[in-house]
């Protein structure tokens, strides 16, 4: 019923993608009140069928458009999304001067639709907690040692979900996002700063809570583009053991020349304070070469140990394409564990992120409105940022 999926059909007229030819945007949008352009026409939102249609979950799934490299890491094979990218990389180099000439970072870059997927960061966000439901569920029951490497292992499990080479919307200030998994665990987020970019969260489990707020931070070095969220999550038990982590940072290279690659690099960092636990786990491999010295291991290897009170209680090893091991035990294996993906409810709060006219245009596979609609929105937002006293 309409009332149960707000908006998916049309107010006015016959065509299924438009909510009106008279009014000139949907109701829970940012640019409420504006005139109608026809050039530029308000969509009709997406399903609760399309948000939750079915991902798959084997591995060669998630690695859809990627190779293996002898080496380690990924190689981006998919020529359409190459073909894609092509072309932009030196417009995007500009508009990286000018944004750090202003003091932004690259994440304040206003770049091309075709770059994009039809999802937001908030959303993207959540592919890496996707291993929670197979990893977290009744740790509550486990001692305090145990509890910490299943946060390891449902933290490490993840990476390997999300290495899309499209880049998601950044989120507008503001923007929300609410979901749930299978096991009746709920996901909150919120984008509460725009510059630098801030998203608050909070995952609430029968068995914990996990909340923090991240950073997502980006910058080109050389041939490649580094980036990843600054910040810790905080996993808090009932009894008040708290377990927080770092995210590593991710390397895309071959920007401007050569095979386009993707790794995870610099490390992670697991700590238990009253317990006095901590792991730090350091990606890539683990001699780096020389000239008399050959480089041990690939660079999707990872490797560390849990310590308590400085003294070692366990050794990690692993690769984040591969599986991760307790004192040479697995226990994560790609092959055969599986993410769990979230789902989407009905009803969210008028912020969500699934009501973005550009994000909306995309998903049902109009580019060239989206990129009109995208174009208004951003401009909103400097007037709104102006008129909040603030330079962009």
Not at 246 to 260: D, E, K, N, V, Y
Not at 373 to 391: A, F, S, V
């Amino acid at each position: 019923m309409e009332n149960d999926d707000p908006c998916t059909r049309p107010r006015d007229g016959n065509d299924p993608q438009i909510y009106s030819k008279t009014i000139g945007s949907p109701p829970f949008s940012l640019l409420i009140g504006s005139k109608y352009d026809d050039s530029c026409p308000p969509p009709t939102y997406l399903s609760i069928d399309y948000l939750n249609r079915e991902r798959p979950t084997d591995k060669a799934s998630q690695l859809t458009g990627y190779t293996i490299l002898q080496e380690g890491g990924l190689q981006c094979v998919d020529e359409q999304i190459l073909s894609k990218q092509s072309g932009v990389i030196m417009d995007v180099i500009a508009q990286v001067t000018a944004c750090l000439m202003k003091g932004k970072g690259v994440v304040g870059l206003s770049l091309p639709i075709r770059l994009f997927e039809p999802r937001s960061t908030l959303e993207r966000m959540l592919d890496r907690w996707s291993f929670m439901p197979v990893f977290m569920n009744q740790s509550f029951q486990m001692d305090h040692l145990n509890r910490f490497k299943r946060v390891i292992l449902m933290a490490i499990a993840g990476l390997y979900v999300a290495p899309s080479q499209e880049k998601p919307f950044n989120p507008l200030l503001g923007e929300t996002l609410q979901a749930h998994w299978p096991d009746g665990t709920k996901a909150y987020c919120e984008h509460t700063c725009h510059h630098p970019p801030i998203t608050n969260f909070e995952i609430v489990n029968d068995d914990f809570i996990m909340r923090g707020h991240l950073e997502l931070i980006g910058k080109f070095k050389k041939n490649s583009l580094i980036g990843g969220y600054k910040g810790k999550a905080n996993v808090i038990y009932p009894d008040l053991q708290v377990i927080t982590y770092t995210f590593p940072q991710f390397r895309a290279g071959g920007m401007i020349f050569g095979s386009r690659t993707v790794n995870w690099e610099s490390e992670m960092i697991f700590e238990d304070v009253e317990n006095n636990l901590k792991a730090t786990i350091v990606f890539g491999p683990k001699k780096k070469g020389g000239w008399f010295k050959k480089t041990v291991g690939k660079r999707d290897d990872f490797a560390g140990q849990i310590v308590r009170n400085g003294n070692k209680i366990c050794d990690i090893e692993g690769s984040w394409l591969e599986g991760l091991s307790f004192n040479g035990v697995r226990e994560w294996d790609a092959n055969v564990h599986r993410p769990v993906f979230h789902k989407f409810g009905i009803n969210p709060l008028p912020s969500d992120w699934r009501y973005r006219e550009d994000l909306v245009w995309l998903g049902k596979g109009n580019a060239e409105i989206a990129q009109r609609w995208k174009h208004r929105i951003e401009n909103r937002q400097r007037d709104d940022r102006k008129l909040r006293g603030h330079k962009y």
